[in-house]
C-alpha cells in the first residue's frame, strides 16, 4: 500500500512541475492589439531628379534638341535693319545665331540664322554687303534681304545663293508696317519665307558644319565676365549684363534695354562670341571691307566667364572656326549666340 501512493505521489509532483514552466523575461514595450495592423515606420527618400528626354537631335546653330525634319531644314538668314529709325527688330529674339557687324559709319547691321523657330513677324529688313553674304556662303542659307550694295549683288548671283529680295517679291512675301517710316519698315514671316524658298526651287537641305556644343549647360574657368561693354563709335554701343539667375547675358543698345518688338521680350544670349579683324573703308559713300577671310583674336564668353581665342576661316564658304589658347575648338553651351564682330582698334570693357 505504501508503495502505491509513493508511485502516486511522484507521479502528481512530476505532471504539477511541467504545468509551472516558467515565462521567459521580455522587455516592456508596445505590443499590437490582436486584429489590428502594427504600424510600420516610412522611411522617406530623396526624390531623384529625373533627366529631360531629348528626342531628335540638336541644332548645329544652338545645341538644342529637335524632331529630325526641323533640324534638317535649310538655315534662313535674314539681314536686319539697325538704324535707330527701325527699332526694335521682330523675330530677332528667335535666331538661334546673330552677328552684328558694322556698315556705314556709325551703325551696324545683324544678320539672324534661323532654323528652329518661325516667327510671325520678321524685320525690318535691309540690304546686303558683302561681307554678309559671306556668313550666308558658310552656312548655305536661304538669304532674305532687299537690294545691296553693287559689289554684294554681284556675289549673289555669281555663288547661285539662293536669295530672296524685296525689290523683286510680291507685297505676299515681304510688306510695309505702318509704325515706322521707309525704308525701315519692310517686313516678312518664316512661314511665308519658307513657302518662297520652295516655290523658287532652292534645295530644302543645307551643307554647312555647325557649331560644337556640351550636352548639358557647363561652367568653364576663365575670367569674370558679368558686364561686357563694346563701343562701336560714341553712339552706337553694345551692352551684356550677367543675370546669373537665369545663366543668360541681357542685352543692350545704345544704353536701352534691347527687346523683341514681337512681345516687348528681352533679346537674351546664352554665348557671346568678339570677333576682331580688320575694317576699312573702302568708298567715297563710307562703304566698308570686313576681313572675315584669314585669323585673328577674340574673346569667348558664357555662363559669367570669358576666355581669350582665336579664330580661323581659311575660305569664304568654308567654316569660321574658333579655338582655345591650348589649341582646341570652343564648345559652346546649349542656347542662343551672339557674334560681335569689331576692329582691331574697338573699344571692349570686360568686367
Same mark, same amino acid.
Not at 511522484?10 to 504545468?19: E, K, M, Q, R, V
Not at 534662313?76 to 559709319?105: C, T
Not at 517710316?181 to 554647312?208: F, I
Given at each position: 500500500?505504501?508503495?502505491?501512493? $509513493?508511485?502516486?505521489?511522484?507521479? $502528481?509532483? *512530476? *505532471?504539477?512541475?511541467? &504545468?509551472?514552466?516558467?515565462?521567459? %523575461?521580455?522587455?516592456?514595450?508596445?505590443?499590437?492589439?490582436?486584429?489590428?495592423?502594427?504600424?510600420?515606420?516610412?522611411?522617406?527618400?530623396?526624390?531623384?531628379?529625373?533627366?529631360?528626354?531629348?528626342?531628335?537631335?540638336?541644332?548645329?546653330?544652338?545645341?538644342?534638341?529637335?524632331?529630325?525634319?526641323?533640324?534638317?531644314?535649310?538655315?534662313?538668314?535674314?539681314?536686319?535693319?539697325?538704324?535707330?529709325?527701325?527699332?526694335w527688330q521682330a523675330g530677332l529674339k528667335d535666331a538661334e545665331v546673330v552677328y552684328e557687324i558694322p556698315v556705314e559709319a556709325p551703325y551696324t547691321r545683324y544678320i539672324g540664322l534661323y532654323l528652329l523657330?518661325?516667327?510671325?513677324?520678321?524685320?525690318?529688313?535691309?540690304?546686303?554687303?558683302?561681307? !554678309?553674304?559671306?556668313?550666308?556662303?558658310?552656312?548655305?542659307?536661304?538669304?532674305?534681304?532687299?537690294?545691296? &550694295?553693287?559689289?554684294?549683288?554681284?556675289d549673289i548671283r555669281n555663288f547661285g545663293i539662293a536669295d530672296i529680295d524685296g525689290l523683286t517679291s510680291s507685297s505676299n512675301v515681304f510688306w510695309r508696317k505702318s509704325g515706322k517710316k521707309a525704308p525701315? +519698315?519692310?517686313?516678312?514671316?518664316?512661314?511665308?519665307?519658307?513657302?518662297? %524658298?520652295?516655290?523658287?526651287?532652292?534645295? @530644302?537641305?543645307?551643307?554647312?558644319?555647325? !557649331?560644337?556644343?556640351y550636352e548639358e549647360d557647363t561652367v568653364v574657368e576663365g575670367s569674370p565676365a558679368h558686364s561686357i561693354f563694346i563701343n562701336y563709335m560714341s553712339n552706337n554701343t553694345t551692352k551684356y549684363v550677367y543675370?546669373?539667375? =537665369?545663366?543668360?547675358? +541681357?542685352?543692350?543698345?545704345? /544704353?536701352? *534695354?534691347?527687346?523683341?518688338?514681337?512681345?516687348?521680350?528681352?533679346?537674351?544670349?546664352?554665348?557671346?562670341?568678339?570677333?576682331?579683324?580688320?575694317?576699312?573703308?573702302?568708298?567715297?559713300?563710307?562703304?566698308?571691307?570686313?576681313? @572675315?577671310?584669314?585669323?585673328?583674336?577674340?574673346?569667348?564668353?558664357? +555662363? /559669367?566667364?570669358?576666355?581669350?581665342?582665336?579664330?580661323?576661316?581659311?575660305?569664304?564658304?568654308?567654316? =569660321?572656326?574658333?579655338?582655345?589658347?591650348?589649341?582646341?575648338?570652343? *564648345? @559652346?553651351?546649349?542656347?542662343?549666340?551672339?557674334?560681335?564682330?569689331?576692329?582691331?582698334?574697338? =573699344?571692349?570693357?570686360?568686367?
Amino acid at each position: 500500500m505504501k508503495k502505491i501512493l $509513493l508511485i502516486f505521489s511522484l507521479a $502528481l509532483f *512530476i *505532471i504539477t512541475g511541467c &504545468s509551472k514552466e516558467t515565462e521567459p %523575461q521580455v522587455d516592456n514595450i508596445d505590443r499590437p492589439v490582436i486584429g489590428e495592423t502594427p504600424e510600420v515606420p516610412v522611411v522617406e527618400e530623396p526624390a531623384k531628379e529625373l533627366e529631360p528626354i531629348k528626342e531628335g537631335k540638336p541644332s548645329p546653330l544652338s545645341g538644342i534638341y529637335e524632331q529630325d525634319e526641323i533640324v534638317d531644314q535649310r538655315v534662313v538668314a535674314v539681314m536686319f535693319d539697325n538704324h535707330p529709325s527701325a527699332r526694335w527688330q521682330a523675330g530677332l529674339k528667335d535666331a538661334e545665331v546673330v552677328y552684328e557687324i558694322p556698315v556705314e559709319a556709325p551703325y551696324t547691321r545683324y544678320i539672324g540664322l534661323y532654323l528652329l523657330n518661325s516667327p510671325e513677324s520678321i524685320g525690318p529688313i535691309r540690304s546686303a554687303r558683302p561681307y !554678309f553674304v559671306t556668313k550666308v556662303l558658310e552656312f548655305d542659307a536661304v538669304y532674305a534681304r532687299v537690294g545691296g &550694295s553693287e559689289q554684294a549683288k554681284s556675289d549673289i548671283r555669281n555663288f547661285g545663293i539662293a536669295d530672296i529680295d524685296g525689290l523683286t517679291s510680291s507685297s505676299n512675301v515681304f510688306w510695309r508696317k505702318s509704325g515706322k517710316k521707309a525704308p525701315h +519698315n519692310l517686313y516678312s514671316s518664316m512661314e511665308v519665307l519658307r513657302e518662297a %524658298q520652295k516655290e523658287r526651287g532652292y534645295s @530644302l537641305l543645307g551643307k554647312y558644319e555647325g !557649331f560644337k556644343f556640351y550636352e548639358e549647360d557647363t561652367v568653364v574657368e576663365g575670367s569674370p565676365a558679368h558686364s561686357i561693354f563694346i563701343n562701336y563709335m560714341s553712339n552706337n554701343t553694345t551692352k551684356y549684363v550677367y543675370d546669373s539667375d =537665369t545663366k543668360l547675358y +541681357n542685352r543692350e543698345k545704345d /544704353g536701352k *534695354i534691347h527687346i523683341d518688338e514681337s512681345d516687348q521680350s528681352p533679346i537674351r544670349a546664352k554665348n557671346i562670341i568678339i570677333q576682331e579683324t580688320t575694317i576699312k573703308v573702302i568708298d567715297k559713300d563710307g562703304r566698308l571691307s570686313v576681313a @572675315l577671310e584669314g585669323e585673328g583674336s577674340g574673346v569667348f564668353i558664357t +555662363n /559669367g566667364v570669358s576666355n581669350n581665342i582665336k579664330w580661323v576661316k581659311e575660305s569664304r564658304k568654308g567654316k =569660321t572656326f574658333y579655338y582655345d589658347e591650348s589649341g582646341n575648338e570652343i *564648345i @559652346l553651351n546649349p542656347g542662343h549666340t551672339w557674334i560681335q564682330i569689331v576692329g582691331t582698334k574697338t =573699344t571692349i570693357e570686360i568686367e
